[in-house]
């Protein structure tokens, strides 16, 4: 109890009087508690109700499982008094503090408090939260931030700033111990976005958290230009847009339940393992295993949804997508084989033809990093003709930005296994989890081609000649294009020259996909990697 009254009161009179009695202490502490929690909560329940939303409390309560929170720090007070503060002095501040578990698992979480001086984070506030991030990396659990607050408190100047840059440097130190997410359930401005930037997910809630550094009213009175708050920095616009957020949840209870999920999937730890449930899977082909033999058009232009493949490889058809609102043409997530975690990367045919592009490969590459980090192994389905081409990714730094997820699956010591699906064109190949790159057990679909480029892009250059010839003949050229490209693919990219060559380790009836990556991950589970001693590599940023 950190307040310096806390072994007196003060009678009507105005004259402290000790409290000498055991019973008084208790009453005494009943008579806090009842300030600091009870009627602060019912105070709280009616600013948030009004708005629709939950209490810090409340959100907390319905993350962990019932009963299982403990609170920290319900009894700190600020010690600002500048600008009349010391006659404002709640317990608690502007946070939530404390550990609960969520699936019987331990996890530490802190919840901003809006109705607290805005959810402003001041010097009490930061202690608190760096407090419970100390205790998360202590013990070795995931930690959850609910953010919902106006940034830094004015009243209280650099000291609040500093606190930010606590909260960052824990953040950065916990990265790829612990797993840390952040939900954004109202404002996070200015300094205050840079804690969520620095964890693993982030989640915003549709309509009722934005996230910015500067403002519209910032941004109108320097550059002159009308934004919004929902335009500017809304769970849309960061979810579609920036790829800052990786679930757009359509309310408070949907957040929290997509984080309840996705902690399901994740170890506590990078020294635990990954969570395993009792499931037994089918060692032999099902029905549904049989039906994607078809799921591969003859056309090799048509289009078809990845997710099925996905949802057919993993446990009871149950895969948790990340990101699925930003670069849609690369999915991430996570699903289970055995009751194991694994992380899913795969080409999205059915968005863009499945091209790479800045946005999918940065996307995917932070994925593989975070899998690698924890211990996740990562399964790759490839149909990929080769990254998006055009001036705006060349300037953008498609080269830079775009070695991202080369290096990531290069650096990834994780067990990992490669199925080609289809198309595997050129660098784009290279770059999705080749054996070159380290990929432990690559196989691929007879609908496999695996080639520097399509046989259309080849055919222009290696047979412009005869494509001449043709047409100063008289021939249907496109039907001799056409010819020519299938003869191109069946002497070049047949995934059998690549099994030849031990590029490939084996090439399978798709039907026996399920079946044969179950097998393969279970083989490599003791998979071990040494690296040359180093203090970090540089990543292309």
């Not at 679930?247 to 730890?269: F, G």
């Not at 001449?468 to 070049?492: F, I, M």
Request: hydrophobic fraction near 40%; glycine fraction near 10%.
């Amino acid at each position: 109890m950190t307040d310096d009254t806390a072994t007196d009161r003060t009678e009507a009179a105005g004259a402290p009087v000790p409290l000498a009695t055991t019973a008084e202490r208790i009453a005494d502490l009943r008579e806090r508690h009842r300030e600091a929690v009870t009627e602060k909560e019912a105070r709280a329940k009616e600013k948030q109700g009004a708005k629709g939303k939950m209490t810090a409390r409340e959100r907390i309560e319905r993350f962990v499982d019932q009963g299982s929170f403990v609170e920290f720090d319900a009894y700190v007070r600020h010690r600002t008094t500048a600008f009349g503060m010391e006659s404002n002095r709640p317990f608690g501040d502007a946070v939530v503090t404390g550990i609960g578990t969520v699936h019987g698992r331990r996890v530490a979480v802190y919840a901003q408090d809006f109705t607290t001086f805005g959810g402003s984070l001041g010097e009490v506030a930061g202690e608190k939260i760096t407090k419970i991030q100390d205790y998360a990396m202590k013990v070795g659990v995931p930690i959850v931030g609910m953010l919902d607050s106006g940034g830094a408190r004015i009243q209280e100047g650099v000291v609040a700033l500093g606190k930010y840059g606590e909260i960052f440097k824990r953040n950065t130190a916990a990265s790829g111990v612990i797993p840390q997410i952040s939900i954004v359930m109202g404002p996070a401005a200015g300094g205050a976005v840079y804690s969520p930037a620095l964890t693993d997910f982030v989640v915003m809630v549709d309509k009722s958290s934005h996230m910015f550094v500067t403002g519209p009213d910032v941004i109108k009175t320097v550059t002159g230009e009308e934004v919004g708050f929902e335009e500017l920095g809304g769970g849309r616009a960061h979810n579609t847009v920036s790829g800052v957020s990786h679930y757009l949840a359509a309310d408070e209870d949907d957040a929290l339940d997509y984080v309840r999920a996705l902690l399901a999937y994740l170890p506590d730890n990078n020294q635990s393992e990954v969570p395993a449930y009792d499931h037994t899977a089918e060692r032999v082909v099902s029905d549904a295993d049989r039906r994607l033999n078809t799921i591969i058009p003859d056309s090799p232009n048509q289009p078809y949804d990845v997710l099925a493949i996905i949802e057919t490889l993993m446990d009871d058809r149950e895969f948790l997508e990340v990101q699925p609102l930003y670069a849609p043409n690369i999915v991430i997530g996570f699903g289970r084989l055995e009751g194991r975690t694994i992380g899913v990367i795969a080409n999205q045919p059915n968005q863009m033809a499945g091209t790479l592009n800045i946005e999918a490969g940065e996307k995917a590459a932070r994925f593989v990093r975070f899998c690698d980090a924890f211990s996740i192994p990562i399964l790759t389905i490839v149909d990929v003709p080769g990254y998006l081409p055009g001036t705006d990714q060349e300037w953008s730094g498609v080269i830079r930005r775009g070695a991202k997820l080369l290096y990531a699956y290069a650096e990834a010591t994780v067990p990992m296994v490669t199925v080609i699906t289809r198309k595997a064109y050129g660098g784009a190949y290279i770059v999705m989890g080749s054996k070159q790159l380290g990929a432990d057990i690559n196989i691929a679909w007879p609908s496999a081609e695996i080639a520097v480029m399509g046989g259309q892009g080849a055919v222009n250059i290696l047979y412009r000649n005869e494509i001449k010839q043709a047409e100063a003949d008289g021939h249907d050229v496109a039907e001799v294009r056409s010819r020519l490209a299938s003869e191109y693919t069946y002497n070049v990219a047949s995934p059998f020259l690549a099994a030849e060559r031990g590029e490939l380790d084996g090439i399978i009836e798709p039907a026996e996909t399920r079946v044969m990556i179950t097998r393969a991950f279970r083989a490599l589970r003791t998979k071990r990697v040494q690296r040359p001693e180093r203090k970090h590599g540089n990543i292309p940023m």
